[in-house]
Structures are given as structure tokens and as C-alpha cells.
T-cell receptor, first 114, second 113 residues
């Protein structure tokens, strides 16, 4: 079956702009989680959606938001970009929410803010 | 603060040597998962441990879950260059709403041929 698809793969944005990232989970998976990965901080949890509802949110400012559609596809939005937002953004889908089952990661979106 | 600690942060080994990474949780976990991320790649699931004291093997990899379900280890026997990457442990931790899968900072393994 098809894996987790993230688009775009690479993105360059200017400070102050906003960006929307997309994630299509594995068919049948209703949980989608988003992570920010940076060399110094590792994988940091942003939020998780399950059946269109945000189940949990990590310790990130309100500039980071997301949503999930009825087909389980998810989008993540970052407004008023800052240089420190440069990172690899990973989404992961799973059958069960809350870390109860294995997470399947997409290849990520590499965001560079200049 | 950091709820799951992983040590060491980096490990350089000669090919053929063994390697172990350790994961310690501040709280008891319902399960612990291990992932591997190759350079330039994304995390890939390796295994999930659920039972207290559980030991699972995958070829040269041995995973253990502590009796108190607060620590875990991954041991690789006779490392190969294909083992290069960062190994993460992850567990479900209670967040603001419900449980979330939280990752350790990982152990970056380098194998010298």
C-alpha cells in the first residue's frame, strides 16, 4: 500500500510569510501527527489529529496550526515565519492515536526561512 | 521538560564492534517504540515493546523493555556500515489533551569500516 506522502518536499520562504504543508496518511489511518526536527532539538511534537479533531498540541506558539479533513489528509500552517522555523517537518500516520501503535513517517518537508 | 532521555548522544564504533543505546523514562510507559533514521531520511519503525521485561530480537538487534517499564535498550551485535543512522526511542506521554508519542533525542551511530 502507498506510504505517507508529504508535499512539498522542499520549500524556501522569507521571514514574515506563511506556509502550508500537506500530509496524506496511509489509507485507513485516521491519526496524523506532526513533528518538527532540528539538529539540536531532535523530534519535537507539534500536534496530532484524529478523525478531524486535534487530540493534543505540543509546546509551540500559536503561529503553528493544523487541520485534518474528512479523508484524513492533514495540513499544517505556519504564519509569520521566523528564521528559527527552518527545520524538517515530518508527519506520521498511525492506526491508533496517542502513541498506541507504530507511526509511519513521510519523507518530510524541508523548510528554509531566509 | 524532556520526558524520555537517551544515552549516549553519539557513538562511534569500529565495524564489527557491538553498540548499545539506552532509553530512560520519567514515568511508566504502556509501550516503547524504537525507530531508525538514516542520514537524509525519515524515521522508520523498528519495533514496539509492550510487556514488562520483554526481550525481542531482529537478526543482530536485541530490544529490551525494563521490568518497571521505565527503561529500554537497543543492542546491535557486530555492527555493519548499514547500521549507520540515528536510533530513537519513543513512548506515549500524557500531554495537554491526551497521550502523544514523544521521542528521545536519539543516539547517532557512526560505524568506521
Amino acid at each position: 500500500k502507498a506510504g505517507v506522502t508529504q508535499t512539498p518536499r522542499y520549500l524556501i520562504k522569507t521571514r514574515g510569510q506563511q506556509v502550508t504543508l500537506s500530509c496524506s496518511p496511509i489509507s485507513g489511518h485516521r491519526s496524523v501527527s506532526w513533528y518538527q526536527q532540528t539538529p539540536g532539538q531532535g523530534l519535537q511534537f507539534l500536534f496530532e489529529y484524529f478523525s478531524e479533531t486535534q487530540r493534543n498540541k505540543g509546546n509551540f506558539p500559536g503561529r503553528f496550526s493544523g487541520r485534518q479533513f474528512s479523508n484524513s489528509r492533514s495540513e499544517m500552517n505556519v504564519s509569520t515565519l521566523e528564521l528559527g522555523d527552518s527545520a524538517l517537518y515530518l508527519c506520521a500516520s498511525s492506526l491508533v492515536s496517542g502513541g498506541g501503535s507504530e507511526a509511519f513517517f513521510g519523507q518530510g518537508t524541508r523548510l528554509t526561512v531566509v | 521538560g524532556q520526558q524520555v532521555m537517551q544515552i549516549p548522544q553519539y557513538q562511534h564504533v569500529q565495524e564489527g564492534e557491538d553498540f548499545t543505546t539506552y532509553c530512560n523514562s520519567s514515568t511508566t510507559l504502556s509501550n516503547i517504540q524504537w525507530y531508525k533514521q538514516r542520514p537524509g531520511g525519515h524515521p522508520v519503525f523498528l519495533i514496539q515493546l509492550v510487556k514488562s521485561g520483554e526481550v525481542k530480537k531482529q537478526k543482530r538487534l536485541t530490544f529490551q523493555f525494563g521490568e518497571a517499564k521505565k527503561n529500554s535498550s537497543l543492542h546491535i551485535t557486530a555492527t555493519q556500515t548499514t547500521d549507520v543512522g540515528t536510533y530513537f526511542c519513543a513512548g506515549p506521554y500524557s500531554g495537554a489533551g491526551s497521550y502523544q508519542l514523544t521521542f528521545g533525542k536519539g543516539t547517532k551511530l557512526s560505524v568506521i569500516p
